[in-house]
C-alpha cells in the first residue's frame, strides 16, 4: 500500500541515502580493492555478497518509506457484540471506546494519532524521522527487516575497513600516505556508531517482537504493570500469544521468508488475535 499525498523533501531521509552511498562505495571500491583486489575471486565473491545485502537494505529502506503504514477506515465502528472480538481496548477515563477527536474516527486495537502524520496509524509503533513516515501496521515488517540488513551491511563494511587496514601493510607503504585518509576516517567515523546504534535498535525490536508489543504498547505496558502490581493482581500483555506465534503474526507463517519483504500476511490490521481468543475457544470456557 503506498503512501497517499505528497512526501516532500526530508534532510534525515536525504542524509541516510547519502551514508547509504557512500558506504557502498567506500566498502567496495576502496576496503575490499585494497584488501583482495576486485579481480580476484575473493574480491568479487565479497563485492557480490555485501552488493547483495546492500540492495537489500535498500529496498526495504525504500518500502518503508514509501509504504503507508496504515489509515484507519472512515466507515469503522467497532461491533461491541462480535462474539469473535472478546476484548474492546477503552479509554483509560470513562471506560468509553477509544475515539479520536482529531481524525473523528472511532480507533481500531492497537491504533494511535500520530502528531507529526495529523492522522491515526493502524499498529502505531512510533514515527521515525529517518523514514519520514510512521512505523506501523502495514510497514513495520520492512522496516524491521531493513534494520536487520542495515546492521548486517555495517558490521560487514566494518570488518572490511579493518582489514583492510591491517592486510598487506608493504602494498599500503607503496601508495600515497593521504590518498584514502579522509574515506576512512569518514567510514570509521559513521560505521562505529552506526553499528552500536542499529544494533541497540535491532535486539529492541527482536523483544518487541517476541512479545508481540509495539513501542507505544511497552510503555503503556509497564503502567499497567505498576498499576496491577498496586491492586494485587496481575498484568499480561493481550497481544502475546508465545515466542514462536508472535514471530509468525509479524513476520509471517513461512520461516525462509522473514527476512523477506513480504507483507500478504498482515490482515487489515482493525482486529489482532488475542490470548482472550484462545480461552474463548477452548472447550472449558
Not at 523533501?9 to 567506500?26: K, R
Not at 499480561?236 to 515466542?243: E, I, R, S, T, V
Not at 520461516?255 to 490490521?269: A, E, F, R, V
Request: glycine letters at 8%; charged letters at 15%; a neutral charge.
Amino acid at each position: 500500500m503506498k503512501r497517499r499525498g505528497g512526501i516532500g523533501f526530508s534532510p534525515p531521509v536525504a542524509a541516510v541515502v547519502l551514508a547509504i552511498g557512500f558506504l557502498y562505495f567506500s566498502t567496495v571500491f576502496v576496503f575490499i580493492d585494497r584488501w583482495f583486489g576486485l579481480a580476484s575471486s575473493p574480491g568479487l565473491m565479497n563485492a557480490a555478497a555485501f552488493t547483495g545485502v546492500a540492495l537489500m537494505c535498500v529496498f526495504n529502506y525504500a518500502a518503508s518509506v514509501f509504504t503507508d503504514p496504515g489509515r484507519v477506515p472512515p466507515t469503522f465502528v467497532p461491533d461491541v457484540e462480535d462474539a469473535e472480538t472478546p476484548i474492546h481496548e477503552i479509554k483509560r477515563k470513562g471506560g468509553d471506546l477509544r475515539y479520536c477527536q482529531k481524525c473523528s474516527l472511532y480507533k481500531p486495537p492497537r491504533a494511535h494519532h500520530c502528531r507529526v502524520c495529523k492522522r491515526c496509524v493502524l499498529r502505531m509503533d512510533h514515527h521515525c524521522i529517518w523514514i519520514n513516515n510512521c512505523v506501523g501496521h502495514a510497514n513495520y515488517k520492512v522496516f524491521f527487516v531493513f534494520v536487520v540488513y542495515a546492521v548486517t551491511a555495517c558490521i560487514y563494511s566494518l570488518v572490511l575497513l579493518l582489514g583492510s587496514l591491517i592486510i598487506d601493510p608493504e602494498k599500503d607503504d607503496q601508495q600515497s600516505e593521504n590518498s584514502f585518509r579522509t574515506v576512512y576516517v569518514i567510514s570509521g567515523l559513521l560505521l562505529v556508531p552506526l553499528c552500536i546504534a542499529l544494533g541497540v535498535l535491532l535486539g529492541w525490536h527482536i523483544y518487541l517482537i517476541l512479545h508481540n508489543k509495539t513501542t507505544i504498547e511497552y510503555h503503556e505496558g509497564v503502567r499497567a504493570m505498576w498499576l496491577a502490581e498496586k491492586g494485587g493482581s496481575v498484568y499480561n500483555h493481550p497481544y502475546d500469544l508465545g515466542a514462536y506465534e508472535n514471530l509468525t503474526m509479524v513476520l509471517g507463517p513461512n520461516i525462509l521468508s522473514w527476512l523477506c519483504p513480504t507483507t500478504t500476511h498482515i490482515g487489515s490490521g482493525l482486529r489482532f488475535r488475542t490470548s482472550y481468543d484462545e480461552l474463548a475457544a477452548s472447550p472449558d470456557s
